[in-house]
């Protein structure tokens, strides 16, 4: 009898919890709020005592200066006084009515000059104080918010697409540290979902490419045999034209996805060398339509991705010069550096446009006035295209109807 093979056993339980541990006495957390309290709290408390310090030494001194003696008996017997600090008293034959008038005058005349004083130094103690306070505030919030900074670093360079950067803060667990392991919990499920999205833009490049090659490479054969029937070939090149269309929506829809993300290796690039490439590619179907390619290219050295910047020029190109009048129709192409900033722009003349139809344009597969592929003059994704890698190179495109038909696209990229 075969012995009976054992159940399979269940996957060993996870040894990290991801569950964040509630510590046995919550309130004695030390959070931002109780740091921040304690802190500027014994800063008042302190600057509070050192104020009252200087007051006390300063109204003990003023008691001190205010004990001299306002006169000094010379002769007991005929009255006779001198004093340094009241010569209203020195007269003689004071009656005991204006002697006394007298002191009390001096009395009041010291009281007023101490008090003076005391105030005087109080305030230049106060103003002291005061700079003393704010510099140590300032130094000590920089410290406290320090983290925040470390953060704010790592948020940047993850923006420049480096999704492996991590804040790994240490200290009191408090709030910043909380934010700091969110975030860097966000990076790594961002990181995965990047890297996923790779893996599936790979395989389907290969998936999908594959089939569609086999394709044209039976209809290319069986057109070439001089003894198929017409209607055979016409089918033939229907075939044909459906599947390069097909193998175009493929290349537009991987390279959509690719160019979404930011460049990570750079090189510098000319962008008036990649507008005369596009020029070049596009200058035989210009001549069959009958469209002038004209313009000045300057140089303008961007950092950047040289095939997906040739794709950005081609596609405006291509765009400008199927969209085009029947006759007489021109397309400029200009490259330069404006305010620090390199600047592709392509106008051409064409249809007139209405300015509410310019954001629809940069849709994917939206044309003007229809929102489905139905010519043969592209797949409906140029423009979403050049958007894309435009923003994934740091810059921008922009349009505008020109006067008479047609637009003007402006494509600004950071040199």
């Given at each position: ?15 990290w ?17 109780i ?15 050192l ?23 010379v ?21 005991f ?97 990047f ?13 999908l490419r ?15 045999d001089?003894?198929a ?34 460049i ?8 008036a ?21 004209r ?5 303008a ?56 139809e ?14 489905r ?15 894309s ?14 006067e ?12």
């Open positions: 009898m075969a012995a009976t093979p054992a159940p399979p056993q269940a996957p060993p339980k996870p040894t919890d991801p569950r964040r541990v509630e510590p046995p006495f919550p309130w004695l957390r030390p959070t931002i709020r740091r921040l309290t304690l802190l500027y709290g014994g800063m008042f408390l302190i600057a509070g005592i104020l009252l310090s200087i007051i006390y030494l300063l109204a003990a001194q003023a008691i001190n200066t205010g004990n001299e003696p306002l006169f000094k008996i002769d007991a017997t005929q009255l006779q006084v001198t004093s340094d600090n009241c010569p209203a008293i020195k007269s003689d034959n004071l009656t009515s204006q002697f006394n008038e007298a002191i009390s005058a001096c009395i009041d005349d010291q009281r007023h000059v101490a008090l003076d004083d005391l105030l005087s130094r109080s305030l230049l103690a106060l103003l002291g104080l005061a700079v003393i306070a704010f510099a140590f505030g300032y130094a000590m919030a920089g410290r406290v918010l320090s983290p925040l900074g470390r953060i704010t670093r790592t948020a940047r360079a993850v923006a420049g697409s480096d999704l492996s950067r991590r804040i790994e803060l240490d200290g009191p667990d408090d709030e910043l540290k909380e934010l700091a392991d969110t975030f860097d919990e966000m990076l790594e499920r961002l990181q995965r979902a890297t996923a999205q790779q893996r599936f833009v790979g395989n389907a490049s290969h998936e594959t089939p569609l090659a086999i394709n044209r490479t039976l209809l290319e054969v069986h057109l070439s001089p003894n029937p017409m209607e055979l070939q016409q089918l033939g090149k229907t075939l044909l034209a459906t599947n390069e269309r097909s193998e175009q929506l493929v290349e537009g829809l991987l390279l959509l996805a690719r160019s979404d993300n930011q990570v290796e750079r090189k510098p690039v000319d962008l060398e990649v507008a005369e490439q596009a020029v070049d590619q596009v200058h035989a179907e210009a001549e069959t339509k009958g469209v002038v390619i313009g000045e290219q300057k140089a050295v961007v950092q950047g991705n040289g095939v997906l910047l040739e794709r950005i020029a081609l596609n405006l190109v291509q765009n400008a010069v199927r969209y085009n009048i029947p006759e007489g129709g021109w397309v400029e192409v200009t490259t330069e550096v404006q305010h620090g900033q390199a600047v592709l722009v392509v106008s051409n003349t064409g249809p007139v446009v209405p300015a509410y310019i954001d629809n344009l940069f849709e994917p597969f939206r044309r003007l006035r229809t929102e592929t139905g010519s043969d003059k592209g797949v409906g994704l140029g423009l979403s295209i050049v958007r890698v435009a923003r994934a190179h740091g810059g921008h495109i922009s349009a505008q109807p020109r008479g038909g047609g637009l003007v696209m402006r494509v600004t990229l950071p040199i």
